[in-house]
C-alpha cells in the first residue's frame, strides 16, 4: 500500500491496476551495483556517469581522497549544481594548479536560495518535521529549490510532449501539478497522502489522516508514508487547529519533555519508538513518575502515540514484544551486519601498528577495495606506516559547517576561524622542530596539503601495542574559495569506506609532516 500511493503520487491517473501502477516507468539498476558517495565518483571516473546534479553539497571539498573525486568531476559531459555561493564543486575546473581550457566538462550553476529564503518543513535527526516560514527574500536570480526543479520538470514535459515511447512516457505522464509557481502546500499535501477518488475513508482530494488509510488499490497517493500525518490538521493543544507540522504548542502532559503538541514526529507522531518498553509485562508503567504509556484494561493510551498493537493485550500472543518492526518483536543486542552479526575490531586500511592486537584479521575482510590509477599522482593510493609514521583525524569546528559552502563566506565567521590549521602535541612538535603559528605541510599517500601548525596539549601521544604513536588532527571545512580559504584535510583521506554502508574512512589515516 505504500509502494503503490508513491506511484500513484508520481504518475496519478496514469498508474493504474493494468499496468501495475506504472511500475513499468521506474529505471531499473543492476543487481550488483550501487552508487553510494565513493562507488559514484568511481562511476564517474570510469566513464560511467556522464552528468552529475549537485544540490546544495560540495564533494570537491567533503569527499574522500577529494583530488581524486575532483579528477573523476573532469570526466563529466555536465555538472549542474545549485548552490548559494561558488563553491569550490561549481569551479572545481578552474582550482588552484588546474588548466581551464583541457577540461571538457560543462558546468551550469544556478543560484538557489538559502534555508531562511523559501518556506517549507525541516526534518530534524529526532524524527521532528517543523515547518520553517521564509524570513527574506533570495537576492537577485536565486530561487528556491522547488521552484527550480519545477522549471526544469515542465520544460522536459513540453519538449518530450509530442514524443511517446519507454524513455518519454514517465516524463509526459508525470503527475506534476504545482502551478508556474509552485503551491507549497500542494507539495506538503502530497508528501501527506491523500485520496485519489471517493472511499469510506474520505472524498477525492482530501488528505488522509496518516498512512494506516493508505491502500493498495490506487485510492491513495502519497509522496512519503513515514511522513503520512504531518500535514493534517491537528490541535495544538490551545484549541487552534492547523497542520500538524505547523504546531507550536507547549504543552507537556506527562512532564517527560516529549512536547507532543510541537510540530509533528513522524511516525504518526510518534515520540518514542517501541514505547510498549516503557510498560511491564503487565502493561503498568516501570516508574510512575515516568509513565509514558499503559494498558487500561481495554487498550494502549498515555502520553505517546502507542507503538504497538491498540488492543493487543499484554497477555495476548505477542503482548510481551514491543520491538515490532524486529521478526521476533525482541530487543536484539547485535544487527545483521555483512561482517557478521558480533562485533569486532578492525584495524584502518592505513595503520600504525604492524598486526592487529586483538584479532588475527588486521582489516575489514568485506571492504570494497577499488585502487583505482593505484601508484598514480592522483590516485587510489595507501600508504604504510614506514612512509606515513602518524595517524591523522579529521573533525569539525563550531565557527564552520561541513564543506564550508556556507560559512567561509560570512564574515564574522571567517573573522573567528580564518585559516586551515592542523592541531598537534607538544612531543610532537618538538621532535619535529615546529612552534605554534609555523606553517606546516602535511602529507599523506594521496596528497599533500598546507597548514597553520596549533601545538596544544589537547592532543598527547599514547601507546598501541606497546609503541608510541603520534596524532595530528585538521578540519575539513576549507577550499580555495570564500573569504576563509585553505587547503582540504580530504585531498589526503583514503577512498575506502565501511563494509556495510560505505561512510568513507575520515577518521583514521596516515600522514607525515613537516615545516613548509
Known amino acids: 500500500?505504500?509502494?503503490?500511493?508513491?506511484?500513484?503520487?508520481?504518475?496519478?491517473?496514469?498508474?493504474?491496476?493494468?499496468?501495475?501502477?506504472?511500475?513499468?516507468?521506474?529505471?531499473?539498476?543492476?543487481?550488483?551495483?550501487?552508487?553510494?558517495?565513493?562507488?559514484?565518483?568511481?562511476?564517474m571516473h570510469a566513464g560511467v556517469i556522464k552528468g552529475c546534479w549537485v544540490m546544495g553539497m560540495n564533494p570537491a571539498v567533503s569527499g574522500p581522497n577529494a583530488r581524486f573525486e575532483r579528477e573523476a568531476m573532469k570526466k563529466l559531459d555536465w555538472l549542474v549544481v545549485q548552490e548559494i555561493f561558488d563553491t569550490e564543486t561549481c569551479s572545481f575546473w578552474r582550482a588552484p594548479g588546474e588548466d581551464p581550457a583541457s577540461i571538457q566538462t560543462e558546468v551550469f550553476v544556478l543560484p538557489a536560495a538559502d534555508a531562511m529564503e523559501k518556506e517549507g518543513s525541516i526534518v530534524t535527526s529526532g524524527r521532528l518535521i517543523q515547518w520553517r516560514p521564509k524570513v527574506a527574500e533570495p537576492p537577485g536570480e536565486a530561487l528556491p529549490d522547488h521552484q527550480i526543479l519545477n522549471r526544469i520538470a515542465l520544460k522536459l514535459k513540453a519538449l518530450y510532449a509530442e514524443d511517446?515511447?519507454?524513455?518519454?512516457?514517465?516524463?509526459?505522464?508525470?503527475?506534476?501539478?504545482?502551478?508556474?509557481?509552485?503551491?507549497?502546500?500542494?507539495?506538503?499535501?502530497?508528501?501527506?497522502?491523500?485520496?485519489?477518488?471517493?472511499?469510506?475513508?474520505?472524498?477525492?482530494?482530501?488528505?488522509?489522516?496518516?498512512?494506516?488509510?493508505?491502500?493498495?488499490?490506487?485510492s491513495t497517493a502519497c509522496g512519503n508514508w513515514l511522513y503520512s500525518g504531518y500535514w493534517y490538521p491537528a490541535d495544538d493543544g490551545e484549541g487552534h487547529t492547523m497542520p500538524a507540522t505547523k504546531r507550536r504548542g507547549q504543552k507537556d502532559p506527562g512532564g517527560l519533555g516529549i512536547y507532543p503538541y510541537w510540530a509533528f514526529s513522524w511516525p504518526v507522531n510518534r515520540r518514542i519508538i517501541y514505547n510498549r518498553c516503557s510498560a511491564d509485562l503487565d502493561g503498568k508503567p516501570w516508574a510512575e513518575d515516568k509513565a509514558l504509556i499503559w494498558w487500561n484494561g481495554e487498550k494502549w493510551t498515555g502520553y505517546d502515540v502507542p507503538d504497538?498493537?491498540?488492543?493487543?493485550?499484554?497477555?495476548?500472543?505477542?503482548?510481551?514484544?514491543?520491538?515490532?518492526?524486529?521478526?521476533?518483536?525482541?530487543?536484539?543486542?547485535?544487527?545483521?551486519?555483512?561482517?557478521?552479526?558480533?562485533?569486532?575490531?578492525?584495524?584502518?586500511?592505513?595503520?600504525?601498528?604492524?598486526?592487529?592486537?586483538?584479532?588475527?584479521q588486521m582489516r575489514n575482510p568485506v571492504i570494497k577495495v577499488w585502487k583505482t590509477n593505484e601508484g598514480q599522482d592522483i590516485g587510489d593510493n595507501w600508504g604504510t606506516r614506514d612512509q606515513f609514521p602518524i595517524v591523522a583525524t579529521t573533525y569539525r569546528v563550531c565557527e564552520h559547517w561541513q564543506?564550508?559552502?556556507?560559512?567561509?563566506?560570512?564574515?564574522?565567521?571567517?573573522?573567528?576561524?580564518?585559516?586551515?590549521?592542523?592541531?598537534?602535541?607538544?612531543?610532537?612538535?618538538?621532535?619535529?622542530?615546529?612552534?605554534?603559528?609555523?606553517?606546516?605541510?602535511?602529507?599523506?599517500?594521496?596528497?599533500?596539503?598546507?597548514?597553520?601548525?596549533?601545538?596544544?596539549?589537547?592532543?598527547?601521544?599514547?601507546?598501541v601495542n606497546g609503541q608510541i604513536v603520534h596524532q595530528v588532527g585538521m578540519p575539513w571545512h576549507f577550499g580555495w574559495g570564500g573569504l576563509a580559504t585553505g587547503d582540504s584535510a580530504n585531498d589526503l583521506t583514503p577512498h575506502v569506506g565501511d563494509a556495510n554502508t560505505t561512510i568513507p574512512e575520515y577518521k583514521a589515516f596516515l600522514v607525515d609532516i613537516e615545516r613548509a
Open 403 to 463: 564543506a564550508g559552502g556556507m560559512s567561509r563566506w560570512l564574515e564574522w565567521l571567517t573573522e573567528c576561524q580564518p585559516e586551515m590549521f592542523v592541531e598537534m602535541s607538544i612531543e610532537l612538535a618538538k621532535q619535529k622542530g615546529i612552534s605554534g603559528g609555523d606553517l606546516v605541510k602535511v602529507r599523506s599517500a594521496r596528497g599533500e596539503i598546507e597548514a597553520v601548525a596549533i601545538v596544544t596539549a589537547r592532543f598527547r601521544p599514547f601507546k
Open 308 to 360: 504497538f498493537g491498540k488492543t493487543k493485550a499484554p497477555d495476548a500472543p505477542g503482548g510481551e514484544d514491543p520491538f515490532i518492526m524486529k521478526t521476533d518483536g525482541k530487543g536484539w543486542l547485535f544487527g545483521a551486519l555483512n561482517e557478521g552479526p558480533l562485533p569486532e575490531h578492525y584495524e584502518p586500511v592505513e595503520s600504525p601498528v604492524s598486526h592487529n592486537p586483538l584479532s588475527s
Open 164 to 218: 511517446s515511447g519507454p524513455f518519454a512516457d514517465p516524463i509526459r505522464h508525470l503527475n506534476w501539478d504545482y502551478g508556474a509557481e509552485v503551491d507549497i502546500d500542494k507539495v506538503a499535501a502530497e508528501i501527506n497522502g491523500y485520496h485519489t477518488r471517493n472511499t469510506d475513508d474520505g472524498k477525492k482530494g482530501d488528505i488522509v489522516v496518516n498512512f494506516t488509510k493508505l491502500k493498495d488499490d490506487g
Open 1 to 43: 500500500k505504500f509502494f503503490v500511493s508513491l506511484l500513484k503520487a508520481w504518475w496519478g491517473d496514469h498508474a493504474t491496476a493494468g499496468n501495475d501502477f506504472a511500475y513499468d516507468y521506474l529505471p531499473k539498476v543492476e543487481s550488483a551495483s550501487n552508487h553510494y558517495w565513493i562507488s559514484l565518483f568511481e562511476a
